[in-house]
């Protein structure tokens, strides 16, 4: 039955307000003490009627955003029976190429009388529209203890990466009596997180991580069987053996390595015809060194210059910044207890099971002391960037590091200076992005 406006405000003002705390025949009032221009959610989702709304705007003759005072008591209404399942949906995806509206159009066909969607990646600990999410849900299961409400999702992967995320998910679902409903995907169906439910979804759980386990090794296995055979993956080397043998010639005749550089030219890649850059001659030459025998007949192999230095106050000298076109990632270090950024340390088992899985991720952004550099970190939900994001995540495993700050200011574009630290730590760029167990 469809209410007009002054019918579902009288409908509505017949309940106090859990929020507000207005009594019943009066409007909502905001905290600054005026009048709402809306009714709180807590409060018109008790009428039956109105369960299915968005929002419901207080008549202009309580006239909104003027100094709230209270009306004339009316007897309050008593609390309706449960009706039909509030269902609220959540969409999420990880990067700006993909799509959310499939997911979208998905929890509009399962009657979800709200929906929350951001691009955001699961790895990141805070996701502001899922928690707006489980708190619109905890307010309606508070106000009306009775009323089912489900949150929706269009599959598992939208809401956790791995077991344990997911069973903190149920965890907080079975405290606040809220079931979740998968809308595809092996957990297909509504799971109240009592009983039964919470077996069969933790089992299923566990099955999806150790599957994820099992495609890593068998990965892993054939990339060690392809070596063994010689074969090699990720991208052809921009200076081949023929090319080498060629700079090792004109190096032992005393050519210069900038020279040697423009007599060379690349055969094949997207850089074919073009002549290698100085730094990846000079990489060439130093791995050369390190593998040949050290009699070459051109004598030990050159280093790149060092770089130009100048003179500080007291007479010392003062080397000049590192070149851009040289980043070198971090080695990734075992994650601590206690966070290596803040310096947090988890009181129970739990959060430390979770604090351990948020330090493994690697944060990437601008490097303040040293400009066109990227510096690395590790963060805790405590001290997690709160500014734009971009994930990077491998095409076959899904891990990888975090852009933020000005790195992540396109998400459509990848920064140069990220592509290089990727390249330095071994990942493959193109076609699709791969880690360096799988490049």
Known sequence: MDLTPEQAAAAVERHRCPNCEAPAGSPCRTRAGRVAAKYHTARFILVPALRESLAVAVPTNRSPGTPWTPSPPVAAAEPAPAGAPIRLGYARCSTAQQDLQIQIDALKSARCTRIFSEKISSRITVRPEFDRALALARDIKATAPDQPVILCAHEMKRLARNAAELMALSATLDADGIQLELLTGPLTGIYDPNGMGAMLFAVLAVAAQLDRNYIREKTLEGQQAAAARGHHGGR????????????????????????????????????????????????????????????????????????????????????????????????????????????????????????????????????????????????????????????????????????????????????????????????????????????
């Open 236 to 439: 052809p080397k921009v200076i081949d053996e023929d090319m080498l043998t060629f700079a090792l010639a004109l190096r032992a005749k005393g050519t210069p390595v900038p020279e040697i550089a423009a007599k060379l030219t690349i055969k094949t890649g997207k850089n074919a015809g073009t002549h290698p850059s100085v730094a990846s001659l000079y990489r060439a030459l130093a791995e050369a060194e390190s593998t040949r025998a050290p009699t070459h007949p051109g004598g030990p192999l050159p280093q790149p210059p060092p770089a130009a230095s100048r003179p500080t106050t007291d007479g010392a000298t003062e080397a000049a910044p590192t070149p851009t076109d040289r980043v070198d990632p971090a080695p990734a270090a075992p994650a601590p207890r206690a966070c290596p950024t803040c310096g947090h340390e988890p009181a129970t088992r739990a959060e430390a099971l979770h604090q351990r899985a948020d330090l493994d991720i690697t944060w990437l952004e601008p490097d303040r002391d040293r400009p066109g550099r990227i510096a690395t970190g590790r963060h805790c939900r405590s001290c997690q960037p709160t500014g734009p994001t971009l994930d990077i995540s491998c095409a076959v495993c899904g891990d990888g590091p975090i852009l933020t700050a000005s790195l992540a200011s396109d998400p459509a574009h990848l920064p140069d200076i990220a592509q290089r630290w990727l390249t330095n730590a071994g990942w493959l760029i193109s076609p699709t992005l791969r880690c360096p167990a799988h490049s």
